[in-house]
């Protein structure tokens, strides 16, 4: 009997070592396209409806200061998968490729990096990319599919490897039936995942609201802002779906679900008719690409774990997305990759409140390869400071560039701008540099350590790598190029 009871108790112990909780949660990500802050209800929209992503804050903790590490796509991605500042990796622009722009070319989230799906996998989870992927498909030649989802570490995809775009769409195409075959095949997937009982991670990686912007027809014409705010409210609807499928199929307590946008909302972004193709980042200044400013990378954060995660709270303090790789990996029990400087930190002490304050002191914010501001949280107070070194070089008058503001056009600053982000959430009234030099010096002592830190690596987006090359492009229908798509007949 003694014996028994020791072994029990030892097994508890390893699990819990080996694993936080006891139990392997399951992680659904739910990552939306250009979605800006101020697009969602419970962030403020008072004219779109988005019922199941409030419903999720509403059950779970809403962050309100979390961070993108770039303001567009695919540096964002790559620095989430990893928990590392896109630099790292070298997939950042060092000229007008800000992300990428061809299927066949040699630009991708590389190889070597290890993504938060690779670790997943180190214990036993099964693991999904459903949607827009957007790093890379191949490394050096056709066909070796280095940079496809399912060798950076999903066992399961479905989508498209690049991303939506404006010229893809046509009135009547299949488009319009992405989104729901995007939650057809989540719900699948966890179908099969309550037969199979392994632990998952499912990434819904949608292309609302990207543009070509194209809904089903329940959603057009029914929301109040165009075809835009349709996309919004068609994104919340297969939410809802996959939120549904998790209880129905028993998984509802026990998965982690992240909702989250990769960056903030295109403000540039219209259709050829004029439509409004773009949408609001609320109170922040600036949108998507515009580098530094907080409207590009101020994103939505909501987390909801019904066993573990308090709910309806709201949590103020400045976080990053790439903080989740971290977050994740420490609660699925995975090793972190050794010898690789990780950026992100665990956020479930904060989740939890088990702490009042965020892990980080300093967050960088990156246009590109170029530092343009960096933010510090003093470990006593309430203030967030923002210093600035680089601004996007705005249309005369405007915040906004003329499609989209370019990393190395931005303008230097003779003398950095100091905002304090809580009371100057727009960046409107920068303060007086002199009566704040003790913050400044603190702020700048870190952009210094933080900036030797960073190791030379292969840039992935320069020209050669980036541009389009006859001999990679994949074609199921040569010369027309126009595949069907072989499981959604439509
Ligand atoms: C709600 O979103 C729409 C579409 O982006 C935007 O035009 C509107 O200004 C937003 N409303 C608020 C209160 O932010
Ligand atoms: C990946 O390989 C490159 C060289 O090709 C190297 O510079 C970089 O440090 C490696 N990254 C990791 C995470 O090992």
Redesign the pocket.
Known sequence: MEILIALLALSAITNIQGNPLGFKPNIVILLADDL?Y??VGCY?????RTPNIDALAQDGVKLTHHLAAESVCSPSRAAMLTGRYPIRAGLVATNRLRVNMFIANYVGLPDNETTIAELAKTVGYKTALIGKWHLGLSKEHYGDNKFHPMNQGFDYYYGHILTNMKDFSREGDRLETLHDRYTKEGVQFLEERSKDNNPFLLMMSYDHTHTAIRTSERFRGKSK?GR??DA?EELDDGIGEIMTALDRFGFGRNTLVYMTSDNG?HLEESGVNGEVDG??N?IFKGGKAHGAVDGGIRIPGIFRFPTVLPSNIVIDEPTMQLDTFTTFANLIGAELPKNVQIDGKDLMPLLKRKRSQTPHQFFYHYCGDILQAARYRPKSGNKVWKLVYETPDYLPGQNRCTFACMCFQSIKLEEPLLYEMVSDPGEENPVNLKDHMKIVQIIQEAVKKHKESIQPVPLMMTWYKGLWRPNMQPCCNFPYCNCKDPVHQS
């Open positions: 800006g101020g697009d403020g929209n008072t004219t779109l802002h835009y705010g919004v909302a949408g609001s609320g």
